[in-house]
């Protein structure tokens, strides 16, 4: 029995210790949550006003257009990793614990960050070699294109024709074969264009040549190409090059192929399709 009391006392004394300690560390504790409630609430507005003038100072300066979302960017992210030893310090927890923490902990930090830091340094080195510019039309040649509208420190920002957004990991583009429709001033198009075994050659080509030449967003200086490419299993197909300025390039495709097919159809020039010739005998 008396053992018992011993115990029960000895938890008494330790209840007590642990309430009186809490207590006593309930105005600190109190004090440290509203303290980080605050940081956090203004931590938005902060980094707000700061953007806010980063861009006023850019729009003096005329900086790069994807210069400025890569630093930008780049200044919200150090802008929250602050803000979050500074949460941490006032929690009470040591910068140096933190350290010795990702220290020992370096080579799993490493390898997670990896591709992070793989997708930093293809930034870094797209906005040094410039492969492309604030609202070129790019393409990967694996499906993914669109519109480049802006470039963060691990990814750029596609749109497609369709509004949609692409994200690709700079690393991507970066590391892979990109091609660049809006680099050049003209682009080509390219169409084939086919007519039964009946049409006569120089007759095609004239009717090809004439919609070419009277097309206002045809470049006429340069070479229009109009040329018999392949005999067909049951057509013969042209090849039909013209250039024109890179923005009209969808314009001037889309005006070919409805413009060649009333051609033929004012002229009477069959466009074939698939049929098969049975034999009676």
């Given at each position: ?60 300066k005329k900086i790069d257009p994807l ?131 009946d049409t006569p050659i120089d007759k ?78």
């Amino acid at each position: 029995m008396e053992s018992a009391k011993g115990v029960s006392g000895e938890i008494l004394i330790g209840l007590k210790k642990l309430i009186t300690h809490v207590v006593l560390g309930l105005p600190s504790l109190v004090t440290k949550i509203v303290i980080i409630f605050v940081i956090v609430a203004l931590a938005k507005k902060i980094l707000s006003y700061i953007l806010s003038l980063y861009k006023k100072t850019v729009r003096i300066k005329k900086i790069d257009p994807l210069l400025e979302s890569f630093i930008a960017s780049l200044i919200t992210t150090v802008y929250y990793v602050v803000v979050l030893f500074v949460v941490i310090g006032v929690a009470g927890v040591q910068a140096t614990s933190i350290v010795t923490l990702l220290g020992t902990a370096g080579l799993a930090v490493g390898l997670a960050l990896q591709g992070s830091l793989s997708n930093l340094a293809g930034g870094m080195l797209i906005l040094f070699f410039r492969p492309f510019n604030k609202g070129d039309y790019i393409s990967n040649n694996s499906g993914i294109d669109g519109t480049v509208e802006k470039i963060k420190i691990l990814y750029t920002e596609l749109l497609t024709f369709d509004n949609k957004t692409i994200i690709v990991p700079n690393g991507v583009l970066a590391n892979h074969p990109i091609i660049n429709y809006s680099k050049n001033a003209e682009r080509r198009v390219d169409l084939i264009f086919s007519v039964s075994y009946d049409t006569p050659i120089d007759k095609a080509i004239d009717l090809m040549t004439e919609v070419a030449t009277s097309h206002p967003k045809v470049n006429q200086e340069k070479d229009i190409t109009i040329r018999l490419m392949k005999h067909n299993s049951s057509s013969l197909d042209f090849v039909y090059r013209v250039w024109c300025k890179k923005e009209d390039y969808f314009a001037v495709t889309f005006d070919m192929n409805e413009l060649v097919k009333k051609k033929f159809d004012e002229n009477g020039i069959e466009i074939p399709y698939q049929k098969i010739d049975i034999y009676n005998k």
